[in-house]
């Protein structure tokens, strides 16, 4: 049986007030376990954004609870939902999110030193963390000298650091052509086999779709569709990612 590392129960999010309020959320119900790859995929405006925001406890629902490795985000504060991303969540950005003046290792380590790792372990660290994403001969590169899809494997290896147990990705293959998309959905695919790490994408590219083993699809609020690898995922399988 498959360890949930994130559980969404009942969630709710009223965004805005008087002629502006939306809701957002409407009673997501969702569990997503380690050793599994889960895209989100609906139109603009559906809640997709709002989710991952939840999720990665940057936003506090209105209402209904999210459990990170069975601990309840409930009831915490900011300073108490920072230190629960800090030690549980990795995002990934569609902008990349590098310093310009940092070296891609530079960068990596940055996850590392908000949590007080400095030590020549952090160094070690990051250094696995870029050999996992096939960019270890890149270390010492600044972002400038790195290809569009090098910078999100380096996005990738500053979420992976330090071992979170729940990767959270926003359209991480919306800037990058085929090719570049391609290999960093490789890169994530490949992480999302571990059994002690869930990954959680939400796009817009139906190209990512083959690498998938659960797509989960969001309309006005509400989860609609929820599809896993097998009889069900059969078509789904047989995209190729191409431009």
Known sequence: MKNIMIEATEIAMTLGEGAARVEALKGINLSLAGGELTLLMGPSGSGKTTLLSVLGCMLSPTSGTVQIRGRSTTGLNAEQLAEVRRDNVGFVFQSYHLFPTLTAAENVRLSLDVRGERSSRARVKAETALATV?????????????????????????????DASVILADEPTAALDSENGHAVMTVLAEIAKDAARAMFIVTHDPRIMPFADRILRIEDGRIVNDQRRGANLSAVRTLKYAS
């Open 134 to 162: 096939g960019l270890s001969h890149k270390a010492n590169a600044f972002p400038r000298a790195l290809s569009g899809g090098e910078q999100q494997r380096v996005a990738v290896a500053r979420a992976i650091v330090g």
